[in-house]
């Protein structure tokens, strides 16, 4: 592959099946000469200054390159994958987010140049900025000792104090005013050149969703926040839903291969429509308010990736970032400092599993206490006993819908069990105990195949999409066809056989059935 195709073209990694799909969805061609000169030019300096045009990494959404000039000053461009939404707003909002929190003292890069229209010089949307030194806090987190993760733990629990201090006017997402069309709805951030306009979350966008004529905000009510999400997705379904098989195919056997309808997550967002009033806790919750780079002395120099970002309540904004919590761990769930584990005569392998289990423990409850000290309103917003299961609903309510009915209805029982705490009125949603015991089943077959096919993923290699680095490809696959001929040798009978061989989930398959 010539150097400029290796630039148009996904070379991270490998996907174990639907491979062809990702990398169609990742192919980016343009004009490599134009965006030299865009770089220059955003320095204020000539083209000969460039000395060299590098791929320095690919994600899920953007391909990230790194020009360096003759004096080794670097720069970073974003280039959106073509399959990447919504077009335009999403390059945007980024770029007017990262203004603004640069604005506030919080360290995210500057950013030089940037390019909403696809149709310019260089043939596609960018964003040209500052490269941030330091290296992601994920390369060191595990070597970490306890007195640095808390060092880290600390350091972020104080930039979100800065990021909390905003006040903004709406929920919805950030940009300058000049980039959106004049009929675009706006609320202006006072004394700035910034507004609150459209969500320019993935979920208000994806597949058909983006041709929709729907409220996408901004919201300056928060009931609004919680009924339109909900609102998106009936209107969606009305228009484009069809019986299907749930994404996930490993969740495929415990519905016995049963097509998911639509009409019956139609019913379970008119119910969560019925109940969303009563989610909405204190004016004082209702306010709007990972990527990490430290240093070698772990000091965080930078917060990059704000594309998709919105802004919500305190109360859906809260919570854990997920790559510190534990609360899958009843231990955690106590507010009180984990003790250290005694590894008496324990092997090495108890004694690695013991100290991760400490670990997640530790990090979790300092992220806690570290909040309870330093940003009092985002503390009470997570030690709110409702708003957890506010969070999860709200969620489930506002993802696109790929087949899978039971997490909703599973939040609905819940709630339905819990009224009390949210409301002294009926509640207008109800199930029979038969009904409800078969969805709270359902949801713990579904949790135990989570479980399983992250045990199952981790032994493959691969990643929750099939993902693995290129050097490891040809061992993954033949890990994972071992791992299906197993599976069918297991199996009892043909019916089962023929049906788990359909619907294998390692296996090309057609995303859309």
């Not at 940009?175 to 969500?199: G, K, M, N, Q, T």
């Not at 791992?483 to 788990?500: I, P």
Request: with cysteine; charged share 25%; hydrophobic share 40%.
């Amino acid at each position: 592959m010539n150097d400029n195709r290796r630039l148009f073209e996904y070379t991270s990694g490998r996907w174990i099946y639907n491979e062809n799909l990702r990398l169609a969805e990742r192919h980016r061609e343009f004009n490599v000469d134009a965006l030299k000169s865009t770089a220059a030019q955003s320095l204020e300096r000539c083209d000969t200054d460039i000395k060299s045009l590098s791929k320095l990494a690919e994600g899920g959404f953007n391909r990230v390159l790194q020009i360096t000039m003759l004096d080794n000053t670097q720069v970073l461009v974003r280039l959106p994958y073509p399959s990447t939404e919504p077009k335009k707003m999403a390059v945007a909002s980024e770029v007017a987010t990262l203004a603004l929190l640069r604005a506030h003292g919080l360290p995210v890069p500057r950013v030089y140049a940037y390019s909403t229209d696809a149709k310019n010089a260089v043939g596609s949307e960018y964003i040209i900025m500052e490269k941030l030194p330091g290296r992601p806090l994920g390369d060191r987190w595990f070597a970490l000792s306890d007195r640095e993760r808390l060092k880290v733990l600390l350091q972020l629990v104080q930039l979100e104090a800065k990021l909390h201090a905003i006040e903004l006017p709406a929920s919805g997402s950030i940009y300058y005013a000049s980039d959106l069309p004049s009929d675009s709805p706006r609320i202006v951030i006072p004394d700035s050149d910034f507004c609150i306009s459209p969500d320019a979350a993935l979920k208000w966008w994806f597949a058909e969703r983006a041709s929709l004529r729907i409220d996408r905000g901004p919201w300056e009510d928060p009931i609004d926040v919680l009924r339109n999400p909900a609102l998106k997705e009936l209107a969606w379904l009305r228009a484009y839903g069809r019986p299907r098989f749930p994404f996930e195919r490993a969740y495929r056997e415990s519905m016995d291969y049963r097509l998911s309808d639509p009409s019956e997550h139609i019913a379970s967002l008119e119910s969560y429509l019925k109940i969303a009033p009563a989610l909405l806790p204190s004016n004082e919750l209702s306010r709007p308010p990972n990527n990490i780079f430290v240093s070698d002395d772990l000091d965080i120099v930078g917060l990059i990736d704000w594309q998709h970002a919105s802004v919500l309540p305190l109360f859906l904004a809260s919570g854990i970032p997920k790559f510190f919590q534990n609360y899958d761990d009843p231990e955690s769930l106590h507010f009180r400092p984990p003790p250290r584990p005694d590894l008496e005569g324990m092997d090495e392998e108890e004694k690695a599993d013991i100290l991760h289990d400490f670990q997640r423990r530790h990090t979790h409850f300092f992220y806690l206490a570290f909040t309870q000290r330093f940003n009092e309103p985002h503390f009470r917003a997570m030690e709110h006993a409702t708003n957890m299961l506010t969070r999860r609903i709200f969620n489930h309510a506002s993802e696109p819908w790929e087949g899978n009915n039971i997490p909703l209805q599973a939040d609905l029982v819940l709630l339905t069990k819990s009224w009390h705490e949210y409301s002294t009125d009926p509640c207008p949603v109800s199930f029979s105990t038969t009904r409800a015991d078969s969805i709270m089943h359902l949801q713990g077959l579904q949790e135990e195949v989570d479980l399983q096919l992250k045990q199952i993923r981790n032994v493959i290699g691969i990643g929750v999409d099939g993902w693995t680095p290129a050097e490891d490809y040809e061992a993954a696959c033949a890990r994972a066809r071992q791992m299906k001929v197993d599976g069918l040798a297991s199996l009892d009978t043909d019916h089962e056989r023929e049906m788990t061989n359909r619907h294998w989930p390692f296996d090309d398959h057609n995303e859309d059935e």
